[in-house]
């Protein structure tokens, strides 16, 4: 029995929550190994529309347990205010939410010291969700953070609270930040939220290798995405977590050799949030369309979406990265009513093909997109739910990507719900999912 990873192969939005959504039924565990509340994972059942940034989208499926792993960082305000919602959605998490016991604590002043490091002059400005990620993830590295097991030791806690704070007042100081923070409160509400999420907690890398002695089967899910890892991503213009298939493991006690398979979702095209390179972006009219008809807008912070064309080098990269057995495509029709659709097949760079990606922001930026440009298909395909049934052209647009990358094409979506995403017959999705 295969434990699978699904991550994004772009740079995030790719429409993981609702490939995790579908495909969770299949397992009995689903769980998030790295990021906080800066995901968004929108998943449409019916007319109803949830966005989910920190509980894994497997939460909507009756008997799937869902995990928050040590590698994700955890804003106990945002993290209650999920589960409230959910509960008011008449989805109750009690009994199917395990908080590992060593994730690390966001609080309100790591927000306060991203906003200081991207307003900063002279500082490359990332484009944050200003979530206090980077920063919580800061102190994790620099072994000063706190942990959700820290919250239940009272004395331990308020000692470790009262240096981290110190050292956060001594910053804003020196950086002259005047922004008004009432440390003494925000520890009284930890304190309180703590106690609130306490009966969620376990040591969950135990939880999980436990399960997968009794058989059962684990699903994965990334979060933001490849491009935005923090070692292979676009670095500095990442996010700060190890959002590639390898963060899997270390963000959740699971051992490599216990992982079976690894899935990569993407667009039909592709989007970026946030700054940075993106060497085959569309920004005129094209561009336009792509974000009108894909609503390209952030699920977390609802900044409109950057849009372009397929990115095979990219694509080609983040497969070797993560080892993608197979591909999902996700909103192919979006591409729908174009004419013909440019795919960017290779990078020149000073007047060179260059068949590697570059390991610098600057020299990714200086690249030259090299199109290909295929015939669209010009008919709807919502509503079709074979992929043998898809227009001969539509068809012919994935046999290409799957030529180009070397990756099959294992499922392809055609619209937000649940069922309008195909398994293709005989594919080494099918397989993986049924081992
Ligand atoms: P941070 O994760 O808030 O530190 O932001 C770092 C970068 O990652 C920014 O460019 C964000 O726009 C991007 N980012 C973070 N989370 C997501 C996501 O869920 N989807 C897409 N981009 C994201």
Known sequence: MSNIIVLGAQWGDEGKGKVVDLLAERFDVVARYQGGHNAGHTVFIGDRKFVLKLIPSGVLRDGVMVVIGNGVVIDLAALIEEIDSLKALGIDVAGKLCISNR???????????????????????????????????????????????????????????????????????????????????????????????????????????????????ILFEGAQATMLDIDHGTYPFVTSSSAAAGGASTGTGVPPTRIGGVIGVSKAYITRVGAGPFPSESDGAAGEL?????????????????????????????????????????????????????????????????????????????????YEKLPGWRSTTRGIDRFEDLPERARAYLRFLEERTGVEVGAVSTGPERNETMIRKGSRLEQLLSE
């Open 290 to 370: 792509l974000r009108r008809e894909g609503k390209e807008f952030g699920a977390v912070t609802g900044r409109p979406r950057r849009c372009g064309w397929f990115d095979v080098p990219l694509l080609g990269y983040t497969a070797m990265v993560n080892g993608f057995d197979t591909l999902i495509i996700t909103k192919l029709d979006v591409l729908d009513q174009l004419d013909e659709i440019p795919v960017c097949v290779r990078y020149r760079l000073r007047g060179s093909d260059i068949c590697e990606m570059p390991a610098t922001y600057r020299t990714l930026e200086e690249v030259e997109p090299v």
């Open 103 to 217: 994730a690390h604590v966001i609080f309100p002043f790591h927000r306060l010291v991203e906003k200081m490091s991207e307003a900063r002059e002279n500082r490359i400005p990332i484009g944050t969700t200003q979530r206090g990620i980077g920063p919580c993830y800061e102190d994790k590295m620099g072994r000063r953070g706190i942990r959700i097991a820290d919250l239940f030791d009272p004395e331990a806690f308020r000692a470790l609270y009262d240096v981290l704070a110190e050292d956060k007042r001594i910053l804003a100081e020196t950086f002259q930040i005047h922004e008004p923070i009432d440390y003494a409160l925000i520890r009284h509400q930890t304190e309180e939220y703590a106690a609130r999420i306490r009966p969620y907690v376990c040591d969950t890398a135990k939880m999980l290798n436990d399960a997968i002695a009794q058989g059962k089967r």
